[in-house]
């Protein structure tokens, strides 16, 4: 029973860490520059939202407030990545580290509750039935988690489809190309690092909301746990197929990472090693790939050698 | 028309390594020259034509095409004008999107990329015409990711994306020299086809002495950063591969000649 109860919470918090998940995947995947902005930007959107419901701004409208934040702070690594030519895993970490420093002065104070304010989840809350095999409170996160994702997913897929979303997608491929045909590649970057650090920023809003407060070292791991949700997502459903399945596929990913964790610790697994357990199960999800096929590799010559060497001996 | 007048470009100057590659080069290009480019190894002819293109500035000199001094325009800028092939068939295409997709980003070049769909039904209808004058079987694999194609092929659609938006100039670096023969051929004529079709002004870098002489109305042969040959028309027609072969073993000739000069 305590595991079920355990498992809505998950599928909530998948779906919310998941939109964190769908802004790494554009950098990680489709620009190919591995942004570490993210620890950053994350606790940004966070602190935005509960400075800001904390001055008496609707819940709804932080959320707003929180995304144009991550387009700053992807802009900042974009700035450092495309003028000043820091590479793009050293321009993510001065990023990351300055926005600590500026999420403290955001909130003023490095954890802010938000127990007697209204968040978008427990005015929900408020008014929803109880149905019995669901609390309110879980069925406020996913309501709200399946309307924010559905935005996300609806919109991303429509913008990577534009004229500007290929020529994102192109950088990733082959700068060279995008340039000879026109298109400045360091506008490419910029604009993918803005939308990417906005969503994640977005997500740290939502999650914010949804826990009850902002912590400034509530970012930190984040990027791995990204890593996390989209290779559970590429490992399960595989890395072809058309886009939507790709963005899908990195919110059940979230979604099966959250379960993951949800039953490791439920089997006693100490929280404080979470991220050590995190960080081996990337690891093992990235190799798995590789291994598989080489192992495959290995029989099928095995097999086929085995074959070839029969036929001679009959002569 | 491309006037190029006292462009040079050394590398890693002050360093080691310093490498003049061009040295005070003049050359114009009138409107329809299909020029070929020979030269040994490191002879600057790759650096001419990124240059043209602009993936690095000159140290000096200036770069006018039609009027307009492009010589420290950035390179996207310049792709407006400009159509280009590289040595390596990756180079050009990009490999995760579908033919149809890098057809329709080649047709935007030089344009604004903008929020509207950026790859129409109505642009696949004319693909598939144009893929099906190439006669690589391509016109029904508009939904293929590139990364799938053969080196030949990948060539070929380069090229027609090159021209898709037809260029002031079309600038090709032994966009062959990846190829086996029939398939370097097969491009090459696909080449000639495209030029001709759309009079297009063209710069072809080749180590294919025969090509070089074959193809075109203008041939120029670069060494060590300069331009030691200039011929255009009947004299180029009339020129054999023997010939080149001696002019370059003249050129060679003189500056070992050189060199002992100034070491008595
Ligand atoms: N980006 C670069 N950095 C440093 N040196 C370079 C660079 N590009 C070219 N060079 C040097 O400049 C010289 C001319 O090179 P370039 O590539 O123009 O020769 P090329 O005529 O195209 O030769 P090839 O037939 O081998 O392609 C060479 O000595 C080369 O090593
Ligand atoms: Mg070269």
């Not at chain 2, 491309?2 to 002050?14: A, E, P, Q, R, Y």
């Not at chain 2, 003049?20 to 030269?39: C, P, Q, R, S, Y």
């Not at chain 2, 490999?95 to 344009?111: H, T, V």
């Not at chain 2, 070089?212 to 027609?237: E, P």
Request: aromatic content about 6%; some cysteine.
């Amino acid at each position: 029973m305590a595991l079920l109860f355990s498992l809505e919470g998950a599928i909530g918090q998948g779906i919310l860490w998941g939109i964190m998940a769908l802004g790494v995947y554009i950098t990680f995947r489709l620009l190919d520059f591995a942004d570490l902005t993210v620890d950053g930007s994350f606790a940004t959107g966070a602190a935005v939202s509960a400075a800001l419901i904390m001055m008496g701004v609707n819940p709804y409208v932080t959320v707003f407030v929180a995304l144009l934040s991550g387009f700053a702070a992807g802009a900042v690594t974009g700035f450092f990545n495309t003028v000043c030519k820091i590479p793009p895993i050293l321009a993510g970490i001065l990023s990351q580290i300055g926005l600590y420093s500026i999420n403290l002065m955001i909130m003023g104070k490095s954890n802010i509750p938000l127990l007697n304010s209204g968040t978008m989840f427990s005015n929900l809350t408020d008014v929803l039935p109880n149905l019995g095999w669901i609390t309110p409170n879980y069925l406020s996160v996913i309501c709200i988690g399946v309307l924010f994702v559905i935005l996300v997913i609806a919109l991303s897929y429509w913008f990577f489809g534009t004229e500007l979303g290929a020529s994102i997608r192109a950088t990733g491929n082959n700068a060279n190309m995008v340039r000879a045909n026109g298109v400045s590649t360091n506008m490419t970057t910029m604009v993918a690092l803005m939308l990417s650090n906005g969503l994640i920023a977005m997500s740290g809003a939502l999650v914010c909301q949804q826990q009850g407060y902002a912590d400034v070292k509530m970012g930190i791991g984040a990027i791995v746990m990204a890593l996390a949700s989209i290779v559970i997502g590429e490992t399960i459903f595989g890395r072809k197929g058309g886009y939507l399945r790709r963005l899908i596929s990195i919110v059940v990913g979230s979604i099966l990472y959250r379960i993951i964790v949800s039953v490791v610790l439920q089997l006693g697994l100490n929280p404080d090693n979470l991220k050590l357990f995190t960080a081996l199960l990337v690891a093992i999800a990235l190799s798995i790939p590789v291994l598989l096929e080489h192992s495959s590799q290995k029989s099928a010559y095995k097999k086929l050698t085995e074959a070839v060497e029969s036929v001679e001996e009959k002569f | 028309m491309l006037k190029i007048s006292h462009v040079s470009k050394t590398f890693n100057k002050g360093t080691v390594n310093e490498k003049k590659a061009l040295n005070d080069l003049n050359l114009t290009i009138e409107d329809g020259d299909f020029i070929t480019v020979i030269g040994g190894n490191g002879a600057g002819k790759s650096t001419l034509l990124n240059l043209i293109a602009g993936v690095y500035p000159p140290d000096c000199g200036h770069i006018v095409l039609n009027q307009r001094e492009i010589a420290l325009l950035p390179e996207h800028k310049r792709a407006k004008f400009i159509g280009r092939v590289f040595q390596d068939p990756l180079m050009g295409t990009a490999a995760d999107m579908e033919i149809a997709e890098n057809l329709s980003f080649a047709a935007r070049r030089g344009q604004r990329r903008t929020l509207k769909w950026g790859s129409t039904k109505q642009e696949h209808e004319k693909f598939k015409k144009q893929l099906a004058e190439l006669g690589l079987g391509l016109e029904d694999r508009l939904t293929s990711k590139v990364g799938l194609l053969s080196g030949g092929q990948r060539q070929a659609l380069t090229l027609l994306m090159a021209s898709l938006q037809k260029p002031e100039l079309l600038l090709l670096d032994e966009h062959t020299a990846a190829l086996d023969p029939l398939t370097a051929k097969i491009v090459l004529d696909l080449t000639q086809k495209i030029v001709e079709a759309d009079h297009l002004t063209t710069v072809m870098i080749t180590h294919n002495m025969n090509d070089a002489i074959r193809m075109g109305n203008r041939l120029i042969m670069l060494y060590n950063g300069k331009i030691i040959y200039d011929v255009r028309g009947a004299a180029k027609k009339a020129l054999t591969v023997e010939d080149l072969h001696k002019k370059f073993t003249e050129a060679a000739g003189t500056e070992f000649s050189d060199d002992r000069a100034v070491l008595i």
